[in-house]
């Protein structure tokens, strides 16, 4: 049985903004000058992740405000990774989307509630030491559906 979404009512602050959408991508560096040459973006924090197998860069303007949404461009770190997985399977290319909350927990309870599956029982380490879980993509219309808490959310 589908979820009644429109039963529930959840705080409207609970979930912010879209933080970033995730692009998959064989060459990091390759993909970061595309976006500085073609918009004039730049990148405004590159990390790896070894949990998720990923190095990472979070492209966007130069004067980018607080709930602008990124791109994330994420390269793989070994064959192993989720993104070497997507790019065989798919080929480079949009892989998620992601939603910022103030409070995953509160938000992941809401979420198991309505039926809908997370990946993690709790949530692992993401971009910055956020706190990051996934909702399957069977249940959010076939997007990988991040949602992150970052640090300087109180
Ligand atoms: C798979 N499917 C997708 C998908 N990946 N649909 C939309 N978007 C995607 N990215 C679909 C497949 O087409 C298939 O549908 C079904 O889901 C099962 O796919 P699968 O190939 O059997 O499963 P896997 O082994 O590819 O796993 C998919 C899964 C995996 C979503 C569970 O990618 C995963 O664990 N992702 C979460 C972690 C992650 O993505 N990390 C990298 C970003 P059909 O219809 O064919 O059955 S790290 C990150 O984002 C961090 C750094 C951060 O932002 O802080």
């Avoid at 589908?2 to 609970?14: Q, R």
Wanted: hydrophobic share 40%.
């Amino acid at each position: 049985m589908s979820p009644d979404f429109h039963a529930i009512d959840i705080p409207h602050e609970l979930v912010v903004c879209l933080d970033h959408v995730g692009i998959a991508v064989a060459d990091l560096d390759a993909a970061v000058e595309f976006y500085r040459s073609a918009f004039g973006w730049v990148n405004h924090h590159q990390e790896t992740n070894e949990e998720q197998g990923v190095v990472e860069a979070m492209v966007g303007p130069k004067g980018l405000k607080e709930t602008d949404g990124m791109i994330q461009l994420l390269a793989p770190l070994n064959e192993e990774s989720t993104i070497a997985k997507f790019i065989d399977k798919k080929g480079p290319g949009l892989q998620q989307m992601c939603l910022r909350t103030t409070d995953i927990e509160a938000l992941s309870e809401h979420l198991r509630q309505q039926g809908v599956r997370l990946l993690y029982p709790e949530p692992k380490k993401g971009t910055g030491g956020a706190k990051i879980n996934f909702v399957h993509p069977k249940d959010a219309g076939g997007v990988l559906l991040e949602l992150t808490e970052p640090v300087s959310s109180e």
